[in-house]
Nanobody, 124 residues
Framework: QVQLVESGGGLVQPGGSLRLSCAASGSIFYIYAMDWYRQAPGKQRELVAH???????NYADSVKGRFTISRDNAKNQVYLQMNNLNPEDTAVYYC??????????????????WGQGTQVTVSS
């Protein structure tokens, strides 16, 4: 079974920084894109940052210049460095990955996987 586990969330003051990590584990054959999404209370989940297997990146306009997504393919991990945080960044942050994995009785299949989420709160 494939699992995504996020870490690194917490409470930070405006202008501060946090680094989120997401580790993928299980019978992984290949990881394609890896993304970070966030969902604030009362709002829809939104894409924050996207990184391809070749490390091409895209960002939401609201985080450009402040957030940096990166990945370590050898470790099956993706990171989100968040700088100059403001209260509008407060949300639950979710890791997403497009993974081809071994599945019992099926062989190799490609599916989308989500982590459980990590809370980021920006407040003074």
């Amino acid at each position: 079974q494939v699992q995504l586990v996020e870490s690194g969330g917490g409470l930070v003051q405006p202008g501060g920084s946090l680094r989120l990590s997401c580790a993928a584990s299980g019978s992984i054959f290949y990881i394609y894109a890896m993304d970070w999404y966030r969902q604030a209370p009362g709002k829809q989940r939104e894409l924050v940052a996207h990184i391809t297997s070749g490390s091409n990146t895209n960002y939401a306009d609201s985080v450009k210049g402040r957030f940096t997504i990166s990945r370590d393919n050898a470790k099956n991990q993706v990171y989100l460095q968040m700088n100059n945080l403001n209260p509008e960044d407060t949300a639950v942050y979710y890791c997403y990955a497009d993974i081809r994995a071994f599945r019992n009785g099926i062989g190799v299949s490609r599916d989308n996987y989500w982590g459980q989420g990590t809370q980021v709160t920006v407040s003074s």
